[in-house]
């Protein structure tokens, strides 16, 4: 079983910042692709970044893109994503999810990912 855990969430002014955490438990996490997710109030959720097992490749929505930075530690277990630039367009709840079994590919539909945290808040204020 997998469990993980973000941390870092709050509210910040546009054009801050702000580092989210993912803290994983599970003897898999070393072994497949991680990512992020986000989810806006009466929106679908989406993808926002993902990493391959080793963090030598990542992939961003266009939306993110140059502004948000998602890297892993395999002997901590732990994933982040640093976000810079916050609009008030990023508010949303972030989600951190799992790839189990897939090492290389970086997928960005949600139903590719097996496990997945609580969430934490992010709220960009004007």
């Known amino acids: 079983q997998v469990q993980l855990a973000e941390s870092g969430g709050g509210l910040v002014q546009a054009g801050g910042s702000l580092r989210l955490s993912c803290a994983a438990s599970?003897?898999?996490?070393?072994?497949?692709?991680m990512g992020w997710f986000r989810q806006a109030p009466g929106k679908e959720r989406e993808f926002v970044a993902a990493?391959?097992?080793?963090?030598?490749?990542?992939n961003y929505a266009d939306s993110v893109k140059g502004r948000f930075t998602i890297s892993r530690d395999n002997a901590k277990n732990t994933v982040w994503m640093e976000m810079n630039s916050l609009k008030v367009e990023d508010t949303a709840v972030y989600y951190c999810?799992?790839?189990?079994?897939?090492?290389?590919?970086?997928?960005?539909?949600?139903?590719?990912?097996?496990?997945w945290g609580q969430g934490t808040q992010v709220t960009v204020s004007s």
């Open positions: 990493i391959n097992w080793s963090g030598g490749s990542t």
């Open positions: 599970g003897r898999t996490f070393n072994n497949n692709a």
């Open positions: 999810a799992q790839d189990s079994g897939n090492r290389w590919v970086l997928r960005v539909t949600m139903h590719d990912y097996d496990y």
